[in-house]
């Protein structure tokens, strides 16, 4: 690899590391070419994407980065997931480590803040962006649909209380 296209990954990786919610390290070693692959397909279905690079190469493009914390967990032979959503990427990275003791994640970063193991498994249990947009639609809308229901009331209690009265009236 010369000099310009290794200047070019580390501009790509700064570009990954600046723009990410959430940036996981993990080892791979011993995955095998399927294994990845599957990896790289449950990431790009959830919005995120994996990336193996030099550490060292890495280490440059963090300098500066809110996620300069990870720098330090790039040892070895390592991967980078990450995705703009601040919980996909480390979903999909729990969820494959669980099912493949191959994959194992070190930590990352979310937000600035360095990520051990435990807060990446932590990031992985929020609810998705999408999820959170759910929820707050159905706070919002919740209340409307209780104003609604008070006012329609009273004229349906007066409908059936003039219903009972005609039907002992009859």
Known sequence: MDRAQKEQVVDE?????ESSGVVVV???????????QDLRAKMRDAGGAVRV?????AKI??????NEPVGDLLNGMTVLAYSV???AA???????????????????????????????????????REELLAQIASCIGAPASNIA???G???????????TIEEKAA
Do not use: C, W
């Open 13 to 17: 990786l700064g570009q990954i590391f």
């Open 26 to 36: 993990a080892h791979y070693a011993g995955l095998t070419v399927a294994e990845m």
């Open 53 to 57: 690079a030099k550490n060292r190469l």
């Open 61 to 66: 493009a963090l300098e500066g980065t809110p």
């Open 85 to 87: 959503d601040p919980v």
């Open 90 to 128: 480390a979903k999909v990275a729990v969820e494959f480590a669980k099912t493949n003791e191959k994959l194992q994640i070190l930590g990352g970063a979310m937000g600035g803040e360095g990520l051990d193991v435990a807060g990446v498994e932590r990031v992985s249990k929020m609810p998705s």
């Open 149 to 151: 229901g008070a006012i």
């Open 153 to 163: 009331a009273p004229a349906s209690n007066i409908a059936s209380i003039l219903s």
